[in-house]
């Protein structure tokens, strides 16, 4: 599923082609994902920002075009076998490509939210001004394992299944470790690896996994992947320590971490 890094990088590359001009028609069959979507027709995009895995179009006239990629969502400047929504702009066209059909379209009042329930109540962006004290504290106020509270997207919006293994490895500790069992320090260093995790991904335009279903606008592909020390990599030898890398099912998703190198 993109994550922080890949919608970031769609949002980087999406902007310069959208920015001031109109949506002249939305086409698609399925109102029920995509809604209100004429409400956006002949409005000029402002600007395009990103909370989490949001992508947020600021549309003239108030309006705002919520867009979450889902498992498999991307926009491409090409038509695909899997184009869902068809932009017409005036000068050319972008599709919304999905085919697995998790992707979401909302036309809103600009941060009427209230249909959109997980975007009205995400935690801090990580890549923002992201205090450590707050942090801490919602880690010392949980028994939840740190896997399944950064799942949950309150301690920090856009991290999921690949940021939260990865981060969790680069400050030596076990997604099983319970939010409240971190001391201060420990805590510092989740704080830390997270960030500086997310902002190399995004310098290298996020990750495209084996499936190929992640791919920048341009069709060209992420470069985190080659950085990724244990997602995706059960069995492997530890970039650390060389032992193998062990996958676990927690808070339902595939984790992956080293035991010896994560306590
Ligand atoms: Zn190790």
Redesign the pocket.
């Known amino acids: 599923m993109p994550e922080l890094p890949e919608v970031e990088t769609t949002r980087r590359k999406l902007l310069p082609l959208l920015r001031g001009k109109a949506l002249l028609k939305i086409l698609h069959q399925d109102p029920l994902r995509y809604r209100n979507t004429g409400e956006a027709e002949g409005k000029r995009v402002l600007d395009l920002e990103r909370r989490g895995k949001f992508l947020l179009f600021a549309l003239t006239e108030g309006k705002e075009m919520v867009v979450h990629l889902g498992m498999t969502g991307g926009f491409r400047k090409e038509k695909t076998p899997h184009a869902r929504v068809e932009f017409v702009l005036e000068d050319g066209h972008l599709f919304f490509h999905d085919p697995r059909r998790f992707g979401r379209i909302w036309v809103v009042e600009r941060g009427a939210y209230g249909e959109i329930p997980l975007l009205a109540r995400l935690g801090p962006e990580p890549l923002g001004a992201f205090p450590f004290p707050p942090f801490y504290k919602a880690l010392k106020g949980s028994r939840k394992p740190l896997k399944a509270l950064f799942l949950e997207q309150r301690l920090a919006a856009g991290v999921g299944n690949i940021y939260a293994d990865e981060a969790l490895f680069r400050a030596g500790l076990n997604p099983l470790r319970p939010g409240q069992s971190l001391s201060e320090a420990e805590a510092f260093r989740l704080h830390q690896a997270l960030r500086s995790v997310l902002e190399e991904a995004v310098a290298l335009g996020g990750s495209t996994l084996s499936d190929k279903t992640y791919q920048q606008p341009d069709g060209v592909p992420g470069g985190f992947q080659a950085r990724h020390a244990v997602y995706g990599r059960k069995g492997l030898p ?1 970039p ?2 060389g ?1 193998p890398i062990l996958r676990l099912r927690v808070a339902g998703r595939g984790t992956h971490f ?1 035991p ?2 994560q306590a």
């Open positions: 530890c650390r320590c032992g080293c010896r190198c």
